[in-house]
């Protein structure tokens, strides 16, 4: 299975400010996705990562307040812009591999706990 | 979307066999049932996915009746380390993974 390094693995900021959050998979993957939990909460799917195309995004989130990134096949970015509180959650990043069914199965990151002050 | 029911929360003593039972009434004919554990403070983790009947690996097994309406997750003979909360998910293809609310198991001494 895919290995993902996520970066920052947290973060204190400021209300105000943005912070890009990185994700680096150790193979090549078509599907990148970005999650998002909030404290006590499940996981929201917040957009699609797509190469070399903008991301998808779900319902509720807008790309300039998460702007995607997604230059190459193992690596995208999620930036946080114009910080607010609401913003405080765990994101998380996750690529598909083929799962033994035939059906994809996810790879997670550990995650980037952000706390906006 | 196939949307999905299972209780909120479960509690077992070590040693028990745990069975979570999800509902996903709509489920269409080409979806897959996955299920992931989440441990705090890390994302979710693989467990098991299937299509029909039943599916076992060295985790857990997956029994999903004829119907496909429902699906149960078996957790053979836990441990303390297996308090987590258990996420049920049905999709077909590449559809991104939709999260319910899970359920979360605490295993007791």
């Known amino acids: 299975s895919a290995v993902i390094s996520q970066k920052p693995s947290r973060d204190i900021c400021q209300r105000g400010t943005s912070l890009t959050i990185q994700c680096q998979v150790d193979?090549?993957?078509?599907?990148m996705f970005w999650y998002r939990q909030q404290p006590g909460q499940s996981l929201t799917l917040i957009a699609t990562?797509?190469?070399?195309?903008?991301?998808?995004?779900e319902s509720g989130f807008v790309i300039d307040k998460f702007p995607i990134s997604r230059p190459n096949l193992t690596f995208s970015t999620l930036t946080v812009s114009n910080m607010s509180p609401e913003d405080s959650s765990i994101y998380l990043c996750?690529?598909?591999?083929?799962?033994?069914?035939?059906?994809?199965?996810?790879?997670f990151g550990a995650g980037s706990r952000l706390t906006v002050l | 979307l196939a949307k999905t029911t299972q209780p909120i929360s479960m509690d077992s003593y070590e040693g028990q066999e745990v069975n979570i039972t999800c509902s996903h009434n709509n489920i269409a004919t080409n979806d897959y049932i996955t299920w992931y554990q989440q441990f705090p403070s890390q994302g979710p983790r693989f467990i098991i996915q299937g299509y029909k009947t039943k599916v076992t690996n060295e985790v857990a097994s997956l029994f999903i009746p004829a119907d496909r309406k429902s699906s149960t997750l078996s957790l053979p003979r836990v441990s303390l380390s297996d308090t987590a909360v258990y996420y049920c998910?049905?999709?077909?293809?590449?559809?991104?993974?939709?999260f319910g609310k899970g359920t979360r198991l605490s295993v007791i001494a």
């Open positions: 193979s090549q993957v078509t599907m």
């Open positions: 998910l049905v999709f077909s293809g590449n559809t991104p993974l939709v």
């Open positions: 990562a797509n190469q070399g195309s903008e991301a998808t995004y």
């Open positions: 996750s690529v598909d591999v083929l799962g033994q069914a035939g059906a994809n199965v996810l790879t």
